[in-house]
């Protein structure tokens, strides 16, 4: 697609339930990053997917955070279990290869967690 | 540790008038920085990156300049007009790898007129 496409925009769910955050890159892109930004924070690095392989995961916080790629192409972010401080906006990005060419970012979900 | 910082007061400039936003890390010798925009609601947009043997990167009326020694790059828009409000964030590989990004928390920019 002409830019990286993040569903659902918007997601409110209980705590304690299961959300699964899709990201769909640029195509061609082999590079691809997930973020999260909590309200007035900056973004803070959650994994990042060569192919489909996930080199660094150094950022996911805790074990109820996976994710996963398939095809070289779309991600899928999973929380279970999810809790309160999992509120936050999740931001999908993707570049040809490595960051050194600059990142293009979908729009986010923003998880509410109640 | 590892850090990046941006100034966190809002920047508060005139239409016409040049923003000069400052992003400083400590520990680390990137090589390259990056300069984010963001509007409320989107994700991140990229803007220029500049790279540890240049001095000064221009495009429109952006400039950045790199000081390596200094461990600082300075983010200029000339000019500026009430659509260049927003946050900039500065970013910059902190693993030698090229794998990642890390962000500074931005700097938000109001120009009025």
């Given at each position: 697609g002409a830019g990286v496409s993040q569903s659902p925009s918007n997601k409110v769910?209980?705590?304690?339930?299961d959300v699964e955050l899709r990201c769909d890159p640029i195509s061609g892109h082999t590079a691809l990053y997930w973020y999260r930004q909590s309200l007035g924070q900056g973004l803070e690095f959650l994994i990042y997917f060569q192919g489909?392989?996930?080199?660094?995961?150094?950022g996911l916080p805790s074990d109820r955070f996976s994710a996963e790629r398939t095809g070289g192409s779309v991600s899928t972010l999973t929380i279970q279990r999810t809790q309160q401080e999992d509120s936050a906006v999740y931001l999908c990005a993707s570049s040809p290869f490595g960051g050194a060419d600059g990142y293009t970012f979908g729009s986010g979900t923003r998880l509410t967690v109640v | 540790s590892?850090?990046?910082?941006q100034n966190s007061e809002a920047?508060?400039?005139?239409?016409?008038?040049?923003?000069?936003?400052?992003?400083?890390?400590?520990?680390?010798?990137?090589?390259?920085?990056?300069?984010?925009?963001?509007?409320?609601?989107?994700?991140?947009?990229?803007?220029?990156?500049?790279?540890?043997?240049?001095k000064e990167k221009r495009k429109e009326r952006l400039k950045v300049t790199f000081d390596t020694t200094l461990k600082q790059s300075l983010f200029h828009?000339?000019?500026?007009?009430?659509?260049?409000?927003?946050?900039?964030?500065?970013?910059?590989?902190?693993?030698?790898?090229?794998?990642k990004l890390t962000f500074g928390t931005g700097t938000r920019l109001q120009v009025t007129l």
């Amino acid at each position: 697609g002409a830019g990286v496409s993040q569903s659902p925009s918007n997601k409110v769910t209980e705590k304690g339930k299961d959300v699964e955050l899709r990201c769909d890159p640029i195509s061609g892109h082999t590079a691809l990053y997930w973020y999260r930004q909590s309200l007035g924070q900056g973004l803070e690095f959650l994994i990042y997917f060569q192919g489909n392989s996930a080199p660094d995961k150094s950022g996911l916080p805790s074990d109820r955070f996976s994710a996963e790629r398939t095809g070289g192409s779309v991600s899928t972010l999973t929380i279970q279990r999810t809790q309160q401080e999992d509120s936050a906006v999740y931001l999908c990005a993707s570049s040809p290869f490595g960051g050194a060419d600059g990142y293009t970012f979908g729009s986010g979900t923003r998880l509410t967690v109640v | 540790s590892q850090k990046i910082e941006q100034n966190s007061e809002a920047l508060n400039i005139q239409e016409g008038k040049t923003a000069t936003l400052t992003c400083n890390y400590t520990n680390y010798s990137p090589a390259y920085l990056q300069w984010y925009r963001q509007d409320p609601g989107r994700g991140p947009v990229f803007l220029l990156l500049i790279r540890e043997n240049e001095k000064e990167k221009r495009k429109e009326r952006l400039k950045v300049t790199f000081d390596t020694t200094l461990k600082q790059s300075l983010f200029h828009i000339t000019a500026s007009q009430p659509a260049d409000s927003a946050t900039y964030l500065c970013a910059l590989d902190t693993t030698g790898t090229a794998s990642k990004l890390t962000f500074g928390t931005g700097t938000r920019l109001q120009v009025t007129l």
